[in-house]
């Protein structure tokens, strides 16, 4: 089945850790995008790109990095000098960027 | 970024009922989404709208782009449990430097009783 594959489900991080967090999609979407949600909001964009080896700041990157070197991969991370990661990351994907995106399940990111 | 208004911003009705929620921007879209998320899962793509005035059904949804381009609704028909979930509007607003990027209303959040 094609799809995106968000891993882990759940990640917990300590205080002054860097984390990363995973998406995969076998769907041959050129584009890809990193959301924040948290509780009683909307979609919030962090980092998107449209190609691989080529990626844009969205709304929210300060504290966050993103690489493309695959097409099917753009992994998030989420550093030490983002102070409130605690949220629910979405990752998206779409044929090219003016396309509706489809999401994959989700990471819940939780401080210890 | 651009401000989506979404409301209600909650919804509590019986199994049956019919549903209607709306979403307005302060400027013009060119392609209108709606999604539905339920609890721990991303969201799903229901209807996608990309005219003016185009009204387009998915099963009991039916979603209309406002002709205004600032506007889109959501209905949902003879509501049954499992619609339960938050419903999120997404656009796209129309001109060259906007870097082609959606953005997403705060959601309604749907409670079918039965």
């Known amino acids: 089945d094609g799809g995106i594959t968000q891993s882990p489900k759940y990640l917990f991080r300590k205080e002054g850790q860097n984390v990363t967090l995973s998406c995969e999609q076998n769907?041959?979407?050129?584009?890809m995008y990193w959301y924040r949600q948290d509780p009683g909001q909307g979609l919030r964009l962090i980092y998107y790109?449209?190609?691989?080896?080529?990626?844009q700041k969205g709304d929210i990157a300060e504290g966050y990095s993103v690489s493309r070197e695959k097409k099917e991969s753009f992994p998030l991370t989420v550093t030490s000098a983002q102070k409130n990661p605690t949220a629910f990351y979405l990752c998206?994907?779409?044929?090219?960027?003016?396309?509706?995106?489809?999401f994959g399940d989700g990471t819940r990111l939780s401080i210890l | 970024g651009q401000q989506l208004n979404q409301s209600p911003q909650s919804m509590f009705i019986q199994e049956g009922e019919d549903v209607s929620m709306n979403c307005t921007s302060s400027?013009?879209?060119?392609?209108w989404l709606w999604y539905k998320q339920e609890p721990g899962e991303g969201p799903v793509l229901l209807i996608a709208?990309?005219?003016?005035?185009e009204l387009t059904s998915n099963g009991r949804l039916t979603a209309q782009f406002g002709i205004t381009r600032k506007d889109s609704f959501l209905n949902i028909s003879a509501s049954i449990p499992s619609d339960v979930g938050i419903y999120f509007c997404?656009?796209?607003?129309?001109?060259?430097?906007?870097?082609?990027?959606?953005?997403f209303g705060t959601g309604t959040s749907l409670t079918v009783i039965p």
């Open positions: 998206a994907s779409s044929w090219v960027s003016n396309q509706p995106q489809h």
């Open positions: 769907l041959n979407h050129d584009a």
């Open positions: 790109s449209q190609i691989v080896n080529d990626f």
């Open positions: 400027s013009i879209f060119n392609t």
């Open positions: 709208l990309y005219k003016a005035g």
């Open positions: 997404a656009g796209q607003p129309y001109g060259r430097n906007t870097g082609n990027q959606f953005y």
